[in-house]
Nanobody
Framework: QVQLVESGGGLVQPGGSLRLSCAAS????????MGWYRQAPGKARELVAI???????NYADSVKGRFTISRDNAKNTVYLQMNSLKPEDTAVYYC?????????????????WGQGTQVTVSS
């Protein structure tokens, strides 16, 4: 059983900031990449940022320079610091993790999605 708990979403004015967090728990032996995705109404879900187990990061062009992804491996938590928010950042933000269930034969490499947290940027 795996659970992702996302928090930090809300309503902010343009130019404001939010920090999202996603804490993973359950049958996770080893976390690999962790990322944030978002989906705006009527739009496809898109990658926002991803961070590898080694700490390498990648960002969508639309958020580069404004968003920062980080992780705390001791807490199995990934964060997304969002600065200089724009109305077009309005979306449901989803945490996604990639992980191994174990090192034994038959262990699986899986991914799992959080429930999503709403971010609304509006005046």
């Amino acid at each position: 059983q795996v659970q992702l708990v996302e928090s930090g979403g809300g309503l902010v004015q343009p130019g404001g900031s939010l920090r999202l967090s996603c804490a993973a728990s359950g049958s996770i032996f080893r976390l690999n990449a962790m990322g944030w995705y978002r989906q705006a109404p009527g739009k496809a879900r898109e990658l926002v940022a991803i961070i590898t187990s080694g700490g390498d990061t990648n960002y969508a062009d639309s958020v580069k320079g404004r968003f920062t992804i980080s992780r705390d491996n001791a807490k199995n938590t990934v964060y997304l610091q969002m600065n200089s928010l724009k109305p077009e950042d309005t979306a449901v933000y989803y945490c996604k993790i990639d992980f191994w269930t174990g090192i034994h034969y038959g262990a699986s490499r899986l991914n799992y999605w959080g429930q999503g947290t709403q971010v609304t940027v509006s005046s």
